[in-house]
């Protein structure tokens, strides 16, 4: 199959366009024609090269897929070839205390399509059959393979580990980003009040004011503003902006019963990002 990979960490110029076998599914797992692929911040990383994070390379990019399933492991039994899907990102072990109860991105075989495993930027790419989410058919392949890596954080972050209730507020910095605008529609889903923020008024047209039905509060700052809109007494503010910056800003605004939740590492006070 034709495929995008690199074989060293650097530039853009280490990515090759090149052949490389079909990958085969085990018993458990599915094997994608990949319809589109996503770009994530997590691509430039990897492709970058990680502190303490050895890639294995040659290196098949690409967390966010969708396509059609071409074929199944022996195991499977709740999909079949042709099959449209978009897969979630996070693949573990599904055998290990953690996979069993349900944390299984505590599993120390956690990863990404695209992480430590090779991803979507390929004709082809193999996945547990367990990854595989219904389609949603009123997306193109292009617009559903936007969805899965941010949208899987902004869940975690916000009904996982806030555990988001109606009615409450909630504060999303940097609603331009791919985190932010999951977590907006999310915590809309959820019943919640959004507070947002973002770097610019054409960003906070684009991504705050639109991605919601319902009315969302919403605020421009800069990367050296240091407040944020005061949140009320229930508030569950979730922090996804990549800046040390963003994490000051909203500190002041919580109150005794708010909740943080931090994501994202794109800043270069980070090196590596966060999963729980
Ligand atoms: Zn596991």
Not at 25 to 45: I, K, M, Q, S
Not at 128 to 146: G, Q
Not at 155 to 172: F, I, N, T, Y
Request: charge should be neutral; aromatic fraction near 6%.
């Amino acid at each position: 199959m034709k495929a995008i990979l690199f074989r060293q960490h650097g530039a853009p110029e280490v990515l090759q366009f090149t052949d490389v076998p079909d990958p085969e599914p085990r018993p458990t797992e599915v094997l994608v024609r990949v319809r589109a692929c996503a770009l994530n911040h997590l691509d430039l990383w990897v492709r970058g090269g990680l502190p303490n994070v050895p890639i294995p390379l040659p290196h098949i990019p690409g967390s966010d897929v969708a396509g059609e399933i071409a074929k199944v492991g022996s195991e499977v039994t709740t999909v079949r070839v042709g099959q449209k899907v978009v897969l979630a990102p996070g693949v573990s072990c599904g055998k290990c205390s953690a996979c069993i109860s349900g944390f299984d991105n505590r599993c120390r075989q956690f990863s990404n399509l695209g992480y430590m495993i090779d991803g979507g930027c390929a004709e082809f790419v193999r996945a547990p059959e367990v990854n595989c989410l219904p389609y949603p058919e009123n997306l193109s392949f292009e617009e559903a393979a936007a969805l899965p890596l941010v949208f899987q954080t902004a869940w975690h972050m916000l009904v996982d580990r806030a555990q988001l209730q109606p009615g409450e507020d909630v504060l999303v910095l940097g609603a331009g980003s791919g985190v932010g605008s999951a977590a907006i529609q999310i915590a809309k889903f959820f019943g919640a009040h959004v507070i947002t923020t973002a770097g610019s008024d054409t960003k906070l047209e684009k991504f705050a004011k639109k991605s919601a039905a319902s009315p969302t509060s919403a605020a421009s700052t800069s990367s050296s503003s240091t407040s944020a809109p005061p949140l009320g007494t229930t508030a569950s503010p979730a922090f996804h902006s990549p800046a040390a910056w963003s994490r000051a800003a909203a500190l002041p605004a919580t109150t005794p019963n708010s909740i943080c939740a931090f994501s994202s590492a794109a800043s270069y006070r980070c090196s590596a990002p966060t999963w729980d």
